[in-house]
């Protein structure tokens, strides 16, 4: 069974940027919302930014203005451009896709093993 797959984090000093890969063998054309979610040391996984399944993107206040959300469905994959990257934004990143309501709530039963982003001088 293919696995949800997340990569392209790293360390990066503040001010810096990232782009986010990931790719859910579950996205489906006109089916699927999108999200992506992170988990901070000894914090809950929170959700992040999210796209619906017509393409209507949402995110996060502690991100907006700062993210990006976006998807290639021929691909299955989805993207999260982090710009302006601050500290507190250190922790493990996840995507997800399914309904709207799941990925709002981040109420999945499987999850891929994340990509770890540190940011840090």
């Known amino acids: 069974q293919a696995q949800v797959v997340e990569s392209g984090g790293g360390l990066v000093q503040p001010g810096g940027s990232l782009r986010l890969s990931c790719v859910h063998p579950?996205?489906?054309?006109?089916?699927?919302?999108v999200g992506w979610y992170r988990q901070a040391p000894g914090k809950k996984r929170e959700w992040v930014a999210g796209m619906t399944a017509v393409g209507s993107t949402y995110y996060a206040d502690s991100v907006k203005g700062r993210v990006t959300i976006s998807r290639d469905i021929a691909e299955k994959k989805v993207y999260l451009q982090l710009n302006n990257l601050k500290p507190e934004d250190t922790a493990v990143y996840y995507c997800?896709?399914?309904?709207?309501?799941?990925?709002?709530?981040?109420?999945?039963?499987?999850w891929g093993q994340g990509t770890q982003v540190t940011v840090s001088a």
């Open positions: 997800n896709q399914g309904d709207w309501r799941s990925v709002l709530t981040g109420n999945f039963r499987d």
């Open positions: 579950g996205i489906t054309y006109g089916r699927s919302a």
